[in-house]
């Protein structure tokens, strides 16, 4: 029985020190699976990093604030392109390249967040997916800029004489970044900011009755998300050094809702858990598919079929997804009469 | 060449009202987002080709064949997936119907393969003259059939015990259950209605346009746009609004770059959300808070 | 001068006259209450004034300010607080983090403090949370406080609105229906209740109410309205003997004449 003594326990992130302990293990597995597993788990683990910061960004928009939004692709498109043609065309460091993407893709947020105040639940998806379409149009149609769609390469991210050329490498500034991402939105969710979006998702009308601004609070989570996901855009551009815009579709966009609904909406563990989920996915149906009948392996559409039985599924009998999942074995386990 | 751009537009956007107006049916009926509504009409487009090339069968009996066989999957498809999730939030259901329009969509890929595919040509390809301009025969079909289904449409609702029934359960649910009516046959019946206006839509599209398992999403979610200009619960305005963007799509193609002429429809339901989000027909109601 | 001031209020909905001149005064410190049958317009009086209508005409003041230049979200900061008839609670939140809610006009961290935390963000979320401790203890909410409210009785769901609402500090409290749905204990409490909240709590009580024991019991002037206009005004003796009150609730039959 775990009794709270006082308030700044009631806020804690964990609730028992010993968790931290836990967390800490797993940091030091990841890192030495990263340094010493060779390159596909170095690959795969970057990944799974830059899906998590979309995730708890898509989560944040979504899950907490009840907003939808069918356009998230083109914000990660932003700060991936942005964070290329930042450091390739005018020499910025990455360093510096990559918050600045971030900021650009949160001021676009921002942008996309205004309509949002006029328009609720499918207006806003539609409006959003509009907004994908056409900054993908955009993207393609400026080869000057972009690369149309041919593309842009960058090169590996250096500090001083050390570059990050490689997976092992690359993935601690992906952890890094996760970490504070991880971090600066739980405390976000914990304090006022974060009650007063899951307040706007649950009664609009209440949190203005309780003096919050509606159309303040919307455009800042717009903008943070966008944020979010432009950073996880600009990791992921120099990550796998060669971006166009076919890696940002209305499809991926989709992707990233899939993420959330699976892990969990309205829950930063269960971001994790769905961007872990969604980046293994593809690899378990590669792996799967010996086991399948012929006719089925060799079919073109499997991973997408499976994309969308696995959204069905979890949409009808898992609604709270993963993590929610998690909760009830946990609630069982506590309570099983032993 | 504008009036010929303006008769193929009209003819894109009648196909546009069509699946659109499935769309709105099923929304009007259930307030579901039927994102799976392209893919109704890609179902059509595909059954038909099976149909007419695989089994011989003649277009003139594939094409009220078809919208039959969809009907049913439509129902089937609301049986076993839509049901369940009824009382559920919006949001869930978008997701819910954004999974099926995926599967759906690989579902074809895997059957059909992604190439695009020869739809056969029935029809004859030199243009008849009508008012001094060239048309081709099959926009002349297109549009006329459109008229047709939305006369049987129109008909349906205003004469048919069934009809009424369903205008009666969209306005409110719970009166039509106490007068008797089934709801669970309403929402079958609305489901296999679209998934026919969705069919015939794409054996009417096919030709034109083309034939492969991307149709829903690159013509089939036209009819976004399409419903949202016309007003999102009106039935004509669909398909006014499906011929609004099937015109203007044509005409702003050649004043516009390359390629823009695809997003050109989303450009105007993003600004009609902007200024006006009700659309045409829709009405502005002065929501009753609280 | 009154607390609130409510002049010649005048509101349609597509063709309904909702309010036709609707005047009301209320001076600080009263408990005072609207009564009237249903659909009369009460509710409406309230939603103007929470600025969720704009009305037509008329004007509504509160402490010498004009409310209609104002926002929905900026009425609170004024001090208005307000209860809804059908519950608006935040029903995927637990009951603290509902009343904390009502502390969000007194919450001055920006958002950089608040993503770093540890420093001013957490002395504010402490100093507040022992604010909503401390209407919990006012209304006996203690079982509840970590409960996800979605999951709570509806009794105990309207007794955290009316704590979400007193963690404003309110001057002013706009009750709707408070007492719907709750059984006659409940109603009882209540009734102390309201006078504790203007005693102990100096806030000033309106009501929209429907249960006329309550109304009688704790009211100090009662307001009565009809068909979107004011027919009755004065103290509750007064009101119980009026005949266009009982006209008004019980038909016009003569049978009552």
């Not at chain 2, 890929?109 to 040509?121: A, E, K, N, Q, R």
């Not at chain 3, 004024?78 to 935040?90: C, D, H, K, S, Y």
């Not at chain 3, 706009?174 to 102990?200: A, F, H, P, Y």
């Given at each position: 029985?775990?009794?709270?003594?006082?308030?700044?326990?009631?806020?804690?992130?964990?609730?028992?020190?010993?968790?931290?302990?836990?967390?800490?293990?797993?940091?030091?597995?990841?890192?030495?699976?990263?340094?010493?597993?060779?390159?596909?788990?170095a690959?795969?683990?970057n990944?799974?990093?830059?899906?998590?910061?979309i995730?708890?960004?898509?989560?944040?928009?979504?899950?907490?604030?009840?907003?939808?939004?069918?356009?998230?692709?083109?914000?990660?498109?932003?700060?991936?392109?942005a964070?290329?043609?930042?450091?390739?065309?005018?020499?910025?460091?990455f360093?510096?390249?990559?918050?600045?993407?971030?900021?650009m893709?949160?001021?676009?947020?921002?942008?996309?967040?205004?309509?949002?105040?006029?328009l609720?639940?499918?207006?806003?998806?539609?409006?959003?997916?509009?907004?994908?379409f056409?900054?993908?149009?955009?993207?393609?149609?400026?080869?000057?800029?972009?690369?149309?769609a041919?593309?842009?390469?960058?090169?590996?991210?250096?500090?001083?004489?050390?570059?990050?050329?490689?997976?092992?490498r690359?993935f601690?500034?992906?952890?890094?970044?996760?970490?504070?991402?991880?971090?600066?939105?739980?405390?976000?969710?914990?304090?006022?900011?974060?009650?007063?979006?899951m307040?706007?998702?649950?009664?609009?009308?209440?949190?203005?009755?309780?003096?919050?601004?509606?159309?303040?609070y919307?455009?800042?989570?717009?903008?943070?998300?966008?944020?979010?996901?432009?950073?996880?855009?600009?990791?992921?551009?120099?990550?796998?050094?060669?971006?166009?815009?076919?890696?940002?579709?209305?499809?991926?966009s989709?992707?990233?809702?899939?993420?959330?609904?699976?892990?969990?909406l309205?829950?930063v563990?269960?971001?994790?858990?769905?961007?872990?989920f969604?980046?293994?996915?593809?690899?378990?149906?590669?792996?799967?598919?010996?086991?399948?009948?012929?006719?089925?392996?060799?079919?073109?559409?499997?991973?997408?079929?499976?994309?969308?039985i696995?959204?069905?599924?979890?949409?009808?009998?898992?609604?709270?997804?993963?993590?929610?999942r998690?909760?009830?074995?946990?609630?069982?386990?506590?309570t099983?009469?032993? | 060449?504008?009036?010929?751009?303006?008769?193929?537009?009209?003819?894109?956007?009648?196909?546009?009202?069509?699946?659109?107006?499935?769309?709105?049916?099923?929304f009007?009926?259930?307030?579901?987002?039927?994102?799976a509504?392209?893919?109704?009409?890609?179902?059509?487009?595909?059954?038909?080709f099976?149909?007419?090339?695989?089994?011989?069968?003649?277009?003139?009996?594939?094409?009220?064949?078809?919208?039959?066989?969809?009907?049913?999957?439509?129902?089937?498809?609301?049986?076993?997936?839509?049901?369940?999730?009824?009382?559920?939030?919006?949001?869930?259901?978008?997701?819910?119907?954004?999974?099926l329009?995926?599967?759906?969509?690989?579902?074809a890929?895997?059957?059909?393969?992604?190439?695009?595919?020869?739809?056969?040509?029935?029809?004859?390809?030199?243009?008849?003259?009508?008012?001094?301009?060239?048309?081709?025969?099959i926009?002349l079909?297109?549009?006329?059939?459109?008229?047709?289904?939305?006369?049987?449409?129109?008909?349906?609702?205003?004469?048919?015990?069934?009809?009424?029934?369903l205008?009666?359960?969209?306005?409110?649910?719970?009166?039509?259950?106490?007068?008797?009516?089934?709801?669970?046959?309403?929402?079958?019946?609305?489901?296999a209605?679209?998934?026919?206006?969705?069919?015939?839509?794409?054996?009417?599209?096919?030709?034109?346009?083309?034939?492969?398992?991307?149709?829903?999403?690159?013509?089939?979610?036209?009819?976004?746009?399409?419903?949202?200009?016309?007003?999102?619960?009106?039935?004509?305005?669909?398909?006014?609004?499906?011929?609004?963007?099937?015109?203007?799509?044509n005409?702003?193609?050649?004043?516009?770059?390359?390629?823009?002429?695809?997003?050109?429809?989303?450009?105007v339901?993003?600004?009609?959300?902007m200024?006006?989000?009700?659309?045409?027909?829709?009405?502005?109601e002065?929501?009753?808070?609280? | 001068?009154?607390?609130?001031?409510?002049?010649?209020l005048?509101?349609?909905?597509?063709?309904?006259?909702?309010?036709?001149?609707?005047?009301?005064?209320?001076?600080?410190?009263?408990?005072?209450?609207?009564?009237?049958?249903?659909?009369?317009?009460?509710?409406?009086?309230?939603?103007?004034?929470?600025?969720?209508?704009?009305?037509?005409?008329?004007?509504?003041?509160?402490?010498?300010?004009?409310?209609?230049?104002?926002?929905?979200?900026e009425?609170?900061?004024?001090?208005?607080?307000?209860?809804?008839?059908?519950?608006?609670?935040?029903?995927?939140?637990?009951?603290?983090?509902?009343?904390?809610?009502?502390r969000?006009?007194?919450?001055?961290?920006?958002?950089?403090?608040?993503?770093?935390f540890?420093?001013?963000?957490?002395?504010?979320?402490?100093?507040?949370?022992?604010?909503?401790?401390?209407?919990?203890?006012?209304?006996?909410?203690?079982?509840?406080?970590?409960?996800?409210?979605?999951?709570?009785?509806?009794?105990?769901?309207?007794?955290?609105?009316?704590?979400?609402?007193?963690?404003?500090?309110?001057?002013?409290?706009?009750?709707?229906?408070?007492?719907?749905?709750?059984?006659?204990?409940?109603?009882?409490?209540?009734?102390?209740?309201?006078?504790?909240?203007?005693e102990?709590?100096?806030?000033?009580?309106?009501?929209?109410?429907?249960?006329?024991?309550?109304v009688?019991a704790?009211?100090?002037?009662?307001a009565?309205?009809?068909h979107?206009?004011?027919?009755?005004e004065?103290?509750?003796a007064?009101?119980q003997?009026?005949?266009?009150?009982?006209?008004a609730?019980?038909?016009?039959?003569?049978?009552?004449?």
């Amino acid at each position: 029985m775990y009794l709270r003594e006082s308030y700044s326990r009631d806020l804690r992130i964990f609730d028992e020190f010993h968790k931290w302990g836990w967390l800490a293990l797993l940091a030091i597995v990841l890192v030495v699976l990263s340094q010493a597993g060779g390159n596909y788990p170095a690959y795969m683990l970057n990944l799974i990093f830059i899906n998590v910061i979309i995730a708890v960004g898509l989560n944040l928009l979504t899950g907490f604030t009840g907003l939808m939004s069918l356009g998230h692709a083109a914000f990660m498109s932003i700060g991936a392109y942005a964070s290329v043609i930042l450091t390739t065309k005018l020499g910025i460091s990455f360093w510096l390249a990559l918050p600045l993407s971030g900021a650009m893709a949160g001021l676009i947020g921002f942008l996309v967040g205004l309509p949002s105040l006029r328009l609720t639940g499918i207006y806003l998806a539609l409006a959003t997916m509009a907004f994908e379409f056409i900054t993908d149009e955009i993207i393609l149609q400026w080869p000057a800029l972009t690369g149309g769609a041919g593309g842009l390469s960058a090169s590996p991210p250096v500090l001083g004489k050390f570059p990050f050329n490689s997976y092992q490498r690359y993935f601690f500034i992906t952890f890094t970044c996760m970490a504070i991402v991880l971090f600066s939105t739980k405390n976000l969710l914990r304090a006022d900011f974060g009650r007063a979006l899951m307040a706007i998702r649950d009664s609009q009308t209440a949190a203005e009755v309780m003096g919050i601004h509606p159309a303040r609070y919307k455009t800042l989570s717009f903008s943070l998300s966008a944020l979010y996901t432009g950073l996880a855009g600009g990791l992921y551009a120099h990550f796998i050094l060669f971006i166009s815009p076919d890696n940002f579709t209305l499809l991926h966009s989709i992707g990233f809702i899939v993420m959330i609904v699976v892990g969990g909406l309205g829950s930063v563990a269960g971001s994790v858990m769905g961007a872990v989920f969604l980046t293994i996915l593809p690899e378990a149906i590669t792996f799967g598919k010996d086991y399948l009948p012929l006719a089925l392996r060799k079919a073109a559409g499997l991973q997408a079929a499976v994309y969308g039985i696995v959204l069905i599924l979890f949409v009808i009998f898992e609604p709270r997804g993963l993590y929610g999942r998690w909760v009830k074995i946990k609630i069982w386990w506590r309570t099983f009469p032993l | 060449m504008i009036p010929q751009q303006i008769i193929s537009g009209l003819a894109v956007g009648c196909v546009y009202g069509l699946v659109a107006l499935g769309f709105v049916l099923i929304f009007k009926a259930t307030e579901v987002i039927n994102f799976a509504q392209g893919e109704m009409m890609m179902l059509g487009a595909f059954v038909a080709f099976t149909l007419i090339t695989m089994a011989g069968v003649p277009y003139w009996i594939a094409f009220p064949l078809t919208p039959l066989i969809c009907g049913a999957v439509g129902t089937s498809l609301e049986r076993a997936v839509i049901r369940p999730l009824v009382r559920e939030p919006v949001v869930s259901i978008i997701m819910l119907t954004i999974g099926l329009s995926i599967t759906l969509r690989a579902l074809a890929g895997m059957i059909w393969s992604y190439d695009t595919l020869d739809f056969p040509h029935v029809f004859p390809e030199k243009a008849t003259n009508i008012l001094g301009i060239a048309v081709a025969p099959i926009y002349l079909w297109v549009i006329s059939i459109t008229a047709v289904m939305v006369l049987l449409l129109y008909i349906f609702f205003k004469y048919t015990t069934i009809g009424i029934s369903l205008q009666a359960s969209a306005q409110n649910p719970l009166a039509s259950l106490l007068m008797g009516i089934s709801l669970k046959r309403v929402y079958s019946m609305t489901w296999a209605i679209s998934a026919m206006m969705g069919a015939v839509a794409g054996i009417l599209v096919a030709p034109i346009a083309f034939l492969n398992s991307n149709m829903g999403l690159l013509l089939g979610l036209k009819a976004f746009p399409a419903a949202v200009i016309g007003g999102f619960k009106s039935i004509p305005g669909a398909i006014v609004g499906g011929l609004i963007i099937g015109v203007s799509e044509n005409l702003a193609g050649g004043y516009l770059p390359v390629g823009f002429k695809d997003v050109f429809a989303y450009g105007v339901m993003l600004a009609v959300l902007m200024i006006s989000p009700e659309g045409i027909f829709g009405t502005y109601e002065r929501r009753k808070r609280v | 001068m009154a607390l609130l001031s409510i002049q010649d209020l005048k509101i349609s909905f597509g063709g309904i006259r909702a309010l036709d001149g609707v005047s009301l005064e209320v001076g600080e410190g009263e408990i005072f209450a609207i009564i009237g049958p249903n659909g009369a317009g009460k509710t409406t009086i309230f939603n103007c004034t929470n600025r969720f209508y704009t009305p037509d005409g008329g004007r509504i003041t509160f402490m010498g300010q004009d409310l209609l230049r104002l926002k929905a979200h900026e009425v609170a900061k004024l001090g208005i607080a307000r209860t809804f008839q059908n519950i608006e609670l935040f029903v995927n939140m637990t009951v603290m983090e509902n009343i904390l809610l009502g502390r969000h006009v007194f919450m001055k961290s920006g958002l950089l403090a608040q993503a770093l935390f540890y420093g001013k963000a957490l002395r504010e979320e402490i100093e507040h949370r022992r604010k909503a401790e401390e209407v919990i203890d006012f209304l006996n909410l203690q079982v509840h406080r970590d409960k996800r409210v979605g999951s709570l009785p509806y009794g105990v769901q309207k007794l955290v609105e009316l704590a979400r609402a007193l963690a404003l500090n309110p001057k002013i409290l706009l009750m709707d229906e408070v007492s719907s749905g709750m059984n006659l204990e409940e109603t009882q409490d209540l009734m102390i209740w309201i006078k504790d909240i203007r005693e102990d709590l100096g806030i000033t009580p309106v009501l929209v109410e429907h249960d006329m024991r309550l109304v009688m019991a704790v009211s100090d002037r009662i307001a009565v309205i009809d068909h979107g206009r004011k027919i009755a005004e004065g103290a509750p003796a007064e009101i119980q003997g009026d005949r266009e009150v009982v006209r008004a609730y019980l038909g016009d039959s003569d049978a009552f004449a």
